[in-house]
């Protein structure tokens, strides 16, 4: 699934290409992928200027003018591609943005067809519960607002990582590979980790999402994610643990395991980190 720089990368390669244009028209071509504002809303968009393109968390928000705003989850497949207008279209595109200079079309395609798209009035947090529910920004959070975040929580580390409403953007890879930075163990008690473990979970997730940013997000054979010129990312080259289950550790030789916790995949070094200590009974 695209995860922050994922999309913060497809945002970024969106922006030039669409700001300032005027649509034509919006097309559904798969009517459940819009779960909110309906057909009328698509329609209202008509004669609009697209005003910018940003991301929040692992959604996608294209912002028009008279406060109309697409917001786009692209779920596990969901991509962007421009494509000339009138050229053949794929049995996967699900939704068309033409636009009055006829330059050339946005498709939006998504193969396993999780996407959705929320089609909304007004100021979008405020429109949109979604929005409104999402944690802090893990790259813009500092260190106090982030520590707050894990103490007040019981559960594992990872699942808190996973949860968008603590802290939104980082999905299963980006918290295998903070976990794997800071050295800390998956099942760990967030409330557990003492001040340094925290700083280095602070410290590694920062680091790693902003290198992720930089090398274009991870591009895996599952989510075929690609930017909306068609590139691939270079991250995948740099993960330490994720998919890597069997191979050695690349700091300690010992071979990355793979154990489900809280129903997700987690990827890690038994030696490098270590499991939490059980209370003595
Ligand atoms: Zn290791």
Redesign the pocket.
């Known amino acids: 699934m695209p995860e922050l720089p994922e999309v913060e990368t497809i945002a970024r390669s969106l922006a030039p290409r669409v700001a300032g244009r005027r649509i034509a028209g919006v097309e559904l071509l798969y009517r459940p992928l819009l779960r909110r504002g309906g057909r009328k809303g698509l329609e209202a968009l008509r004669g609009r200027r697209v005003v910018r393109v940003r991301r929040r968390g692992k959604m996608l928000l294209v912002e028009c003018e008279g406060g109309r705003t697409l917001v786009f989850h692209l779920k596990m497949t969901g991509q962007f591609l421009f494509a000339a207008e009138g050229s053949p279209r794929d049995k996967h595109i699900r939704l068309v943005v033409r636009f009055e200079d006829g330059r050339d079309e946005l498709r939006f395609r998504d193969v396993r067809k999780f996407g959705f798209l929320l089609c909304l009035e007004g100021e979008p947090e405020r429109a949109c519960a979604e929005l409104a529910a999402l944690g802090p920004e893990p790259l813009e959070v500092g260190l106090p607002g982030f520590a707050a975040i894990i103490k007040a929580r019981k559960g594992r580390v990872k699942s808190l990582l996973l949860d968008q409403r603590r802290i939104a953007g980082v999905g299963n890879i980006y918290a295998d590979e903070t976990l794997?930075g800071a050295r800390v163990h998956p099942e760990t008690p967030a409330s557990s980790l003492g001040p340094e473990a925290v700083e280095r979970l602070f410290r590694a997730m920062r680091r790693i999402l902003a290198a992720a940013v930089e090398a274009g997000g991870s591009t895996l054979a599952d989510s075929g994610y690609r930017d909306a010129d068609g590139n691939a990312g270079g991250f995948q080259f740099d993960h330490k643990v994720y998919g890597r289950a069997g191979e050695p550790?690349?700091?300690?030789?010992?071979p990355?395991r793979m154990k489900r916790v809280g129903g997700r995949s987690s990827h890690f070094?038994?030696?490098?980190?270590r499991p939490p200590r059980r209370r003595a009974p």
Not at 249 to 254: P, R
């Open positions: 794997f550790c690349l700091v300690c030789g010992t990355i070094c038994p030696r490098c980190q």
